[in-house]
């Protein structure tokens, strides 16, 4: 049996990779490997987004946990983040969200929180894996000990009443574009940001079911830009399907990517002696703009590979409290375990109120050194590293960046593809230099 996690749980087409029967051995895998076999009954909390295929994975993975004894409570349609917060909350023992994140509806994913909001260790899920490939040894439950399903209406307003008793800036006087991708954030960020006092104008808040991160979102900033102008909005705020990403926009029209967020809050952080440890956590995919940029502030710069996962062990070893990736997963741990996009927006919009400048102004804090970035669809991806013509081409590639810049390939831990990335310099440079390796991995790997 092929494994089946990758680096946010599991994804794959609905109804074809992503089935109910899959979803349903998830839940009894989930019910022994998630839960204290020493209670009475567990508790294993359930949210999604809003793709079409949501209410059929929500049904076979909670058929699944109550099968095998474990009580489930139904939030509903709610951002990744609030999944955690709630968990935390109500004191469950494990969390489940059902989301592709930012990719096509046609995707779902399902992936878990372990007790008190965090995301589950590799070793966790190896026993998940285990559970998986033998659902035959997994006890049923019987009598009273089967478990129930419970609705938990008020989800969504007790995750807004959790982020505002952590933030509330008063907005009174901003003008503010979002863009809730046809997502998880649509019955959120919209009456939340009006409650602090700001003027909201909205795109991608009618979902469908299929019209989920369609051309709208933090992967499609288009539709925001236009708003932002048409509007003269002060910024934008774009989420991606399930929210746990953040981008904006600034007033300008220019694109201000998770990078730049980050570096703006760790700068705000430390002047106000809030930056714990004096660090912030990055990926490999983080731009170098933003690590000189912390350079420059005496902050230290921790790197891990790319996930928010990554990002949150590295954040808990070292004592650091802010992390995050340039696609706009941060973690702020005075707010939450994991990439919280509502949480990192109240941040963002109380920097702007409290320093009176415009995003374009703050964002001057980096430089952003040009990058290219490549997705090369592959028939295999596992064994990259081991062809010598895509290890000739990235030798190559380096020698000609000549230590003024860095080459980074890496498989892409939801779709079939390899990530060839460059970064320097010289854009017409980078170019050249990504499209030689990546015509070596297109050879090599199809």
Not at 112 to 133: I, N, V
Not at 175 to 191: E, F, T, V, Y
Not at 307 to 320: C, F, I, S
Request: charged residues 25%; aromatic residues 4%.
């Amino acid at each position: 049996m092929s494994r089946k996690f990758g680096t946010d749980g599991i994804r794959g087409k609905a109804g074809v990779a992503l089935t109910p029967e899959l979803a349903y051995r998830l839940g009894l895998a989930a019910a022994v490997a998630l839960t204290d076999n020493n209670k009475q009954k567990s508790t294993i909390l359930i949210g999604k987004d809003t793709r079409i295929s949501g209410d059929m994975l929500e049904s076979a993975l909670a058929a699944g946990l109550t099968a095998a004894g474990v009580d489930v409570v139904l939030l509903g349609v709610i951002p990744t983040p609030g999944v955690a917060a709630l968990l935390r909350h109500l004191q469950g023992d494990a969390a489940a969200v059902i989301s592709a994140s930012h990719n096509p509806y046609f995707d779902n994913g399902i992936k878990f929180f372990a007790r008190g909001g965090y995301k589950l260790p590799d070793q966790t899920e190896d026993k998940l894996e285990s559970l998986l490939a033998n659902p035959q040894d997994i006890p049923r439950a019987t009598e009273d000990h089967i478990g129930r399903i419970h609705v938990y209406p008020q989800a969504i307003e007790t995750y807004a009443k959790l982020l505002l008793e952590r933030q509330s800036p008063d907005l009174t006087g901003m003008k503010i574009a979002l863009d809730c991708a046809n997502g998880a954030s649509w019955q959120l960020m919209p009456p939340l940001l009006r409650r602090l006092g700001a003027d909201i104008v909205v795109c991608g808040d009618q979902p469908n079911g299929v019209n989920i991160n369609d051309n709208c979102g933090s992967t499609h900033l288009a539709a925001l830009q236009k708003l932002v102008l048409e509007e003269k909005a002060d910024l934008g705020l774009a989420f991606d399907g399930d929210a746990d990403r953040l981008l904006a926009i600034d007033e300008t029209g220019g694109e201000v990517d998770g990078d730049f967020l980050l570096a703006i809050i760790a700068a705000w952080l430390k002047e106000r002696d809030l930056l714990t440890a004096n660090r912030v956590v990055v990926t490999q995919m983080s731009n170098l703009g933003l690590k000189l940029a912390m350079e420059k502030l005496g902050v230290q710069v921790e790197e891990t590979k790319v996930g928010d996962r990554y990002v949150l062990e590295r954040m808990l070893a070292t004592g650091a409290v802010a992390g995050g990736e340039q696609s706009g997963h941060l973690i702020l741990s005075h707010y939450n375990t994991t990439g919280d996009g509502p949480a990192a927006a109240l941040q963002l919009l109380r920097i702007i109120k409290e320093c009176g400048q415009p995003l374009s102004k703050l964002k001057d804090i980096m430089e952003r050194l040009p990058q290219v970035l490549v997705n090369v669809e592959v028939a295999h991806k596992e064994d990259w590293h081991e062809q010598e013509a895509i290890r000739q081409a990235i030798a190559a590639g380096e020698a000609e960046l000549a230590g003024q810049g860095r080459v980074l390939l890496r498989p892409s831990g939801t779709e079939p593809v390899i990530r060839v990335m460059a970064e320097g310099r010289d854009l017409d440079q980078l170019h050249t230099v990504v499209e030689r390796i990546a015509q070596a991995v297109r050879v090599s790997l199809n």
